[in-house]
């Protein structure tokens, strides 16, 4: 079942007037996608709890629908995204909200596929910028475009949108050429070694492009104290617009530019993996 995690009612309330704003949004960008909440009951940046699939014996209101997703052992269920569901999860103590990506006509098949980037051993914002330019450049060896997406707080992630439903295991296998291409080309930069803490480099993950193993969606809060938004950005906003700046309470000002994801994926919403990444 779904877990109930109430925090401060001042934060709750601050939390709620955000996801008012985005909760259209975020359904409208990955429709029906399966939805894991984050809660932090003992306080923001303390530990998270992350909700998970949904048992038969909790029925859930009528307005939150529900996707099945295939797994090996046996199929599990999910709240799936709409703006109710979103909010009801939101009502319900939930801050950070998560998901696969999975394709909007096929819950078992990727939509968007994602590296997420993560400064280790004091790496800065300008080595994050960097990376993910080194990244953009390996992709575009491919004929392949990402959409940048500042995490709120000192990482990003490169959503990479593919509209012809592609296996997961197909697409990791290729995410881990591009990121040892890149690590290759700026050792000194990137890493895909996770259990390096201490080197002064940005780790590039792309283990989460499986079901179940889910990252922040476009849009969502993350855990902090100042509760950074999740920002997509132009390309050519890299390095102007800062990592944190936009929170749940000043997001209606990012929002005024309108919804720079849903731009940025319909310029690339031809792109298909089976033209080119091998």
Known sequence: MVEHFVVAPSVQATVLAHYERVADLIAANFPLAPVVPVYYPDGLD???HYGGCVHDDHPLPATVPTVQVAFPNHPRRYVAATADSLLWLVHRGAIDVGSWTPSPHDPDRLGHARIILSPRGGATHEHVAFAMLALRTVLLHYGVEAIPVLDGFAGAALFIPFNDAPAYDAVRAWLHVV???AVAHSPNLITADPH???SQRVHANVGSNAPGR??????????????GMVTPIHWN?????DNGHFTATNSNERLTEGDVFYRLARELHAQRFGDGPR
């Open 237 to 241: 906003e890299l390095g102007t617009v």
């Open 214 to 227: 889910f990252s922040s969606l476009p849009y969502a809060l993350i855990g902090s104290t100042h509760l």
């Open 196 to 198: 390096d803490q201490k």
């Open 179 to 181: 990121v040892n291409a």
């Open 46 to 48: 303390a530990g998270a």
